[in-house]
């Protein structure tokens, strides 16, 4: 059975970093992408960042570019985002999600697991 599952998240003031981790099992690390998500209240899920563990490669979208780094080690099946400078509109809760391929991340059509989340609060 596959299983993402992240932690880390947490309540943070403006300015303030968290780092989140995602632990995978039940699947071959190399040969998937994972990315991290976040859907704030009432708004769509937006992918976030993306790596491909057995390159190296990393994606990040425009909103988090700069602020926002992934990396992963490959010996713990762990993803990590470490999210610096946060502001309240980083306020969501994020998810990990995994691919069989780094062209599908991080199209959330594209990701073939999904993790349950953990939630960031970002004060004002």
């Known amino acids: 059975e596959v299983q993402l599952v992240e932690s880390g998240g947490g309540l943070v003031q403006t300015g303030g970093s968290l780092r989140l981790s995602c632990a995978a099992s039940g699947l071959t690390f190399a040969d998937y992408a994972i990315g991290w998500f976040r859907q704030a209240p009432g708004k769509e899920r937006e992918g976030l960042a993306c790596i491909r563990s057995s390159t190296g490669t990393t994606y990040y979208t425009d909103s988090v570019k700069g602020r926002f780094t992934i990396s992963s080690d490959n010996a713990k099946n762990t993803v990590y985002l470490q999210m610096n400078s946060l502001k309240p509109e980083d306020t969501a809760v994020y998810y990990c999600?995994?691919?069989?391929?780094?062209?599908?991340?991080?199209?959330?059509?594209?990701?073939?697991?999904w993790g349950k989340g953990t939630t960031v609060t970002v004060s004002s």
């Open positions: 999600a995994a691919a069989s391929s780094s062209l599908l991340c991080p199209f959330i059509r594209g990701m073939r697991y």
